[in-house]
């Protein structure tokens, strides 16, 4: 029972936390660290003993799983020569760095126990590094590449962990550490492949979201238990095999599995990620304490923690730098059309902050090892000193160097032509198809297709302040689904329906509606963002030779629809003859109707703050 009140008085705090965290505009994993710290001075409040097997088996494989699962592989793979000099480079220079700082700093400890603290300390955390960044809005580039890093690099550092372990008790060899390593790198790799395939030909037979969900809870622990079964890394294992299906997903699962999934694995992540902060504040009170036996004097225990953290934080941006100037030497970033500037690579380096594996792996360093509660110390200074001193600094470098945070309204127009795009392609398949429609569904498909493009497009529409027909839609539908439901619950409450058709008919209003929200909040952070931009990407012919006129501050007018004396939703130019005309949101459509009868391929938006353009043959925007 007692346990069972500490689990749930563990969650209601981690709830109550990111709440007040939210509230208060503050990183959620920072404020954790504090409550956990302060709650071990609180009476009746039980020691906490993180076990290494409680972290490295219950917590990190669906914690790597669930961040494998969003990560997209296409932007993996690009940026895979940095996320490899990270995930095993930096690891094994930290790990070196630190333990000749730490072995000069301590009498006594030998160079296999340096080297051990040295691993513990080198592998970065993701949870924290991206939580931060996320919410500050880092460059994509910059947490694709903070989330690529630290689902590896716990791997290098548990290997080097391992290998520092043995080296202390029974000796090892050099050739046995290139093995050692090659079989954990390699053959995690090859066993993650081996998870995916197995799970990919079960989820082609499996059309239950219920039995998907749970052949996806069970996957990261199998993949794991497998490769460490196999002396290989279970982490690796577990990173291939996340990454893989969730690539895959869109080919191998329903649409209901996948809805199922990112939810399921979203309330996880979010448990997990915040309860692993505040178990790491819950560890201060008995590590400090038991730092008392120490034959160490207090000053050198300081010195040592307080070394160990500057290295671990200055070790990082060398690296970084050295790696981008002598080995990486980034080209253009196509997301961009530029090279990634210096101050993503110094944001890059100070996103180094400790979590979870840190504690966990100094756990497993072995009872009998010299100094082992300093080292304990160390590796608990090192998560909390780089969490407060890079977690709260980086929103203010942020600013300070000027970087760009992700634009919604960018955002918004790829979203509007990647949509366009898809129509396209499934317009021309409507074409080849043979079918008899004596009911006329082949124009209510293509008047739902439009639709849904055309509230892509009116997010777009940051500069007028009347509502749009998405958002009226989605007004007045909102008002209908609350009509729509309460009768509903009229219905189940008189009990002349049975309980299942009831909730399926409410299943159904609950998916409508939550088309509807996305609606207003994304035209809102495209107000928000509003302003002029260079636009980068897709391109053709067509828009290289129709260069994007000056942006105007005067609103215009579609003539053809004040002349009919109705109202537009936005405006287009044609680059070619100057013509103005209303965007297919509006009722009349003039915009298209110009490119229909003259042929001319490439508008520019005439709305003030907006210079993209869109080509009307190729369907792309530049």
């Not at 956990?36 to 097997?53: K, N, Q, R």
Request: hydrophobic letters at 50%; one cysteine or more.
């Amino acid at each position: 029972m007692e346990i069972a009140l500490f689990l749930v008085a563990l969650v209601v705090t981690v709830l109550a936390g990111t709440a007040l965290a939210a509230r208060l505009d503050l990183p959620a994993p920072l404020l954790l660290i504090a409550a956990g710290v302060a709650a071990t001075w609180v009476p009746h409040v039980p020691e906490v003993h993180l076990e290494p097997e409680i972290v490295l088996l219950g917590l990190l494989p669906p914690l790597l799983y669930a961040a494998a699962l969003q990560t997209s592989l296409v932007e993996f793979n690009a940026n895979r020569r940095a996320i490899g000099l990270l995930s095993v480079g930096l690891v094994v220079f930290t790990t070196a760095g630190v333990a000749v700082v730490v072995h000069a700093l301590v009498p006594g400890l030998s160079w296999p126990a340096a080297f051990a603290i040295g691993a513990v300390v080198a592998p970065p955390d993701a949870v924290a590094a991206t939580a931060i960044g996320k919410r500050i809005g880092l460059p994509r580039r910059v947490v694709t590449i903070l989330e690529g890093e630290s689902l590896l690099n716990d791997a290098t550092a548990l290997v080097s962990l391992r290998t520092a372990i043995a080296a202390g008790s029974v000796g090892v060899e050099a050739l046995d550490v290139g093995l050692d390593f090659l079989w954990a790198s390699a053959g995690g790799a090859g066993l993650g492949f081996l998870a995916f395939v197995i799970v990919a030909k079960l989820r082609h037979l499996v059309s239950d979201p219920v039995l998907d969900t749970a052949i996806s809870l069970v996957t990261p622990f199998a993949a794991y238990l497998l490769a460490e079964e196999l002396h290989s890394s279970g982490v690796v294992a577990v990173v291939v095999a996340g990454l893989l299906l969730g690539h895959k997903a869109p080919v191998i699962q329903t649409a209901q599995s996948r809805i199922a999934e990112r939810i399921n694995w979203s309330t996880i992540a979010f448990l997990l990620e915040n309860t692993v902060f505040l178990l790491i504040g819950l560890q201060a009170r008995w590590i400090v304490e038991d730092v008392g036996d120490s034959e160490l004097t207090g000053g050198r225990i300081a010195l040592v923690c307080a070394a160990a953290l500057v290295a671990v934080v200055v070790l990082r941006l060398v690296w970084v730098f050295f790696a981008r100037y002598a080995l990486v030497r980034p080209g253009v970033d196509p997301a961009t059309g530029e090279v990634p500037p210096w101050q993503y690579t110094l944001l890059l380096g100070w996103a180094g902050m400790r979590g979870v594996v840190t504690l966990a792996a100094a756990f497993v360093i072995p009872e009998e090892t010299e100094h082992r509660e300093v080292l304990l110390l160390i590796a608990f200074t090192v998560v909390a000193g780089t969490l407060f001193a890079q977690g709260l600094t980086l929103p203010w470098l942020a600013r300070t160097l000027r970087v760009p945070s992700p634009d919604p309204v960018e955002d918004a127009l790829a979203r509007a032509t990647l949509l366009q795009q898809a129509s396209r392609a499934g317009f021309e398949e409507l074409e080849r198809l043979e079918y008899d429609d004596p009911h006329g569904v082949f124009d209510l498909v293509h008047q739902r297709v439009e639709q849904r493009n055309f509230a892509a497009w009116e997010q777009l529409s940051t500069s007028a302040d009347d509502e749009t027909p998405s958002e009226l839609y989605a007004r007045i539908r909102k008002a209908m689904i609350d009509a729509e439901r309460a009768r509903v619950l009229e219905v189940r409450s008189a009990r002349t329906v049975p309980s299942e058709v009831v909730r399926d008919v409410l299943a159904t209003l609950d998916v409508e509606e939550s088309m509807l929200d996305a609606v207003p909040t994304r035209r809102k952070d495209s107000r928000a963002a509003a302003g002029t931009r260079r636009r980068s990407g897709d391109s053709c012919e067509h828009l290289a030779d129709a260069p994007a006129l000056p942006v105007s501050d005067d609103v215009p007018e579609c003539t053809a629809c004040v002349a009919l004396g109705s109202r537009w939703v936005a405006v287009r130019r044609c680059l070619e003859c100057g013509n103005l005309g209303c965007c297919d949101s509006s009722p009349h459509r003039h915009a298209t109707a110009h490119f229909q009868e003259s042929h001319h391929p490439v508008f520019q938006s005439a709305m003030p703050g907006e210079d993209w353009r869109w080509c009307y043959v190729d369907h792309v925007t530049g």
